[in-house]
């Protein structure tokens, strides 16, 4: 497999950005969300209301740059995995690669997801960026497999990948957070996602001619029969 080397989450590039992040960050938790302006965010960092606006279209990007950078990571690293990887295990490689948290990382991602938990406009943002995450991995299934994009395989994939990858966060952090010497995210990915792939092996995921035809001549039918059952 070609070595990739993506950027670690949590790492922006530039200081400007990384400082603004912490600075909006320690605002959030101690103002609220709703109370900090930009401007407080852009002078709290010493920069000005214009170079805030540069790296951020808005207050609330500043808690989900750091997922945005890791769909595009995981885009990236996917593109470059070799053509022989099963499929499963170019998907599992490409999550470990881009998610390589450490223990002291836990107290700023949770203040993240607090946040994006409790205020109601950032939870409503975060099923766009999950769909994002999803059809990263569900575009490189299509891609591999031969299947259509937004068809089954692609989908089923890319939505059991994020749920599966939501847990082990959620059980990383929880250990973390207790303390525990085998809080490192990746290992608790790798379980995951290795238990995932049993039941998405090669052989059932890539397309041949008679699967695809099958698949062509049922959605004919359900067409046919919706247009029947509306007086088409």
């Known amino acids: 497999m070609t070595k990739t080397s993506p950027p670690r989450r949590g790492r922006p ?29 852009a002078a709290a960092a010493g920069v000005s209301r214009r170079t805030f606006f540069r790296y951020f279209d808005a207050k609330s990007a500043v808690l989900w740059n750091e997922f945005d950078s890791e769909v595009e990571a995981i885009r990236a690293t996917l593109a470059a ?15 470990l690669a881009t998610n ?14 607090r946040l994006i938990a409790t205020v109601p406009e950032l939870a409503a ?7 994002a995450w ?23 994939v890319g939505r059991a990948t994020l749920a599966v990858s939501r847990a082990a966060y959620d059980r990383w952090a929880a250990r973390a957070t207790e303390g525990r010497a085998d809080a490192d995210l990746t290992v608790y ?17 890539f397309a041949d001619d008679a699967r695809l035809a099958k698949v062509r001549r049922t959605s004919r039918v359900g067409r046919s029969t919706r247009l029947k059952s509306d007086g088409g």
């Open 100 to 113: 390589d948290y450490s223990a002291e990382d836990v107290p700023e991602l949770r203040m993240r997801m």
């Open 81 to 95: 995995a070799e053509a022989d990887l099963p499929v499963m295990q170019a998907i599992r490689l490409a999550v």
């Open 189 to 205: 990915l790798d379980v995951a996602l290795a238990a995932l792939a049993v039941g998405f092996p090669d052989d059932i995921l």
């Open 134 to 156: 999803e059809r990263t991995i569900g575009d490189f299934v299509a891609e591999r497999t031969g299947w259509p994009p937004g068809s089954l395989y692609p989908l089923a």
């Open 125 to 131: 943002s975060a099923a766009v960026r999950y769909d």
């Open 13 to 41: 590039h530039g200081t400007s950005v990384r400082k603004l992040e912490l600075v909006a960050l320690r605002l959030f938790a101690e103002q609220g969300f709703h109370e900090t302006t930009v401007e407080q965010i």
